[in-house]
């Protein structure tokens, strides 16, 4: 049911370039290739670090072209190049595509903000239409709430909380327990690039990330935040990826509550990791009761044709606008950046 006939998927490309991935793990695996071939877009090449793992994805997904070094995989032009390395990678890759080239960047944008910014640019001098994949912007429940928001139903907005609670197998990712920080990030960085792209950079912000005892080799896996706005928004995050106790009580949501109605949103793809429940969108307003919006899908792998269909769409110019191109999310990197060292600046009683 969608009486409000909010917007929940992002419109397809009617033209589009063939796609070389750049990485062949599991996020091209397990999202990008599944969104694409819904999209019926064409997959002209894979390279992979272990040509074994790309000539492996090549197989199972049909891709004709294994590039057994990235030379060659770079050394072709009116393509999309995928790239899904990472984040310590990401800079000298970018810094070998070629002149007037489009690419689509797993995030984070680099290791750290200094990285980000020799990336954005290397871009501009290179001339190279980069966007970051910072897809929960795309996923159907957040196209909904934005075209809530666009559309003035919940009137001015004051509070904007997520609570997470749930178990997160952080030991299917080892490459995370060589990183100084982890969970803001390489995780929650989601979250607060979509703040962000709704309501733009706060005035100050708080954080604090936790350990927790199952993980000793990881830096964090929980943070509290606090971002700053207007005096009369309040913005939290309160976010727990190690609730160890089953699937009861586990919960994942963001409420937005305005002066004239609030939703409420459970991201049901990021608990009980990697089956994924169905993600939900409820919305209440002065005038109607609760209602729940009916989704086309969720965050994974939905989301990811978002990414997609926004870069291409722009490239022939049937968008406006690149949603989230490295010179839209160098500022999440600089809110990110802000996030960690606020949680060296504690006032110690």
């Known amino acids: 049911?969608?009486?409000?006939n909010l917007k929940n998927r992002w419109d397809q490309p009617s033209k589009s370039l063939p796609i070389i991935f750049i990485g062949a793990g599991g996020i091209i695996r397990n999202a990008h290739l599944p969104a694409?071939?819904?999209?019926?877009?064409?997959?002209?090449?894979?390279?992979?670090?272990?040509?074994?793992t790309a000539k492996t994805l090549a197989k199972d997904f049909n891709i004709a072209n294994v590039y057994e070094n990235l030379d060659d995989a770079l050394n072709n032009k009116d393509v999309v190049f995928d790239i899904a390395v990472p984040a310590d990678q990401l800079l000298s890759i970018v810094q070998k595509l070629p002149l007037n080239s489009y690419a689509l960047l797993q995030k984070p944008m680099g290791s750290n903000v200094q990285e980000a910014e020799k990336i954005l640019e290397t871009c501009k001098e290179r001339q190279i239409t980069a966007a970051l994949n910072f897809q929960l912007r795309f996923s159907p429940m957040m196209l909904c709430l934005k075209d809530a928001l666009n559309k003035n139903l919940l009137g001015k907005i004051v509070d904007v909380e997520f609570h997470y609670s749930y178990y997160l197998p952080w030991h299917l990712w080892p490459f995370l327990e060589k990183i100084d920080r982890v969970e803001i990030p390489y995780n929650s960085i989601h979250l607060f690039d979509l703040i962000r792209s709704i309501f733009g950079m706060p005035e100050g912000v708080f954080a604090y990330s936790n350990t927790h005892p199952k993980y000793p080799k990881l830096s964090d896996t929980k943070t509290t935040a606090i971002l700053k706005y207007r005096k009369d928004l309040r913005c939290a995050l309160s976010l727990n990826h190690c609730y160890q106790f089953g699937d009861k009580n586990q919960n994942a949501n963001l409420k937005v509550e305005g002066t004239d109605g609030v939703v409420f949103i459970t991201l049901g793809s990021t608990v009980n990791y990697p089956n994924f429940e169905?993600?939900?969108f409820e919305i209440k307003t002065k005038d109607r009761d609760w209602e729940e919006v009916k989704l086309g899908g969720n965050w994974f792998p939905e989301a990811f044709e978002?990414?997609?269909?926004?870069?291409?769409?722009?490239?022939?110019?049937?968008?406006?606008?690149?949603?989230?191109?490295?010179?839209?999310?160098?500022?999440?990197?600089?809110?990110?950046?802000?996030?960690?060292?606020?949680?060296?600046n504690f006032f110690k009683l």
């Open 1 to 4: 049911m969608n009486d409000f």
């Open 36 to 52: 694409y071939n819904k999209l019926n877009l064409n997959i002209a090449g894979v390279y992979d670090l272990n040509l074994e």
């Open 278 to 280: 169905k993600d939900k």
């Open 306 to 344: 978002g990414t997609m269909s926004n870069l291409q769409r722009y490239i022939f110019k049937e968008d406006t606008v690149l949603e989230t191109s490295v010179e839209d999310t160098i500022d999440t990197m600089r809110l990110i950046d802000a996030l960690m060292k606020s949680q060296e």
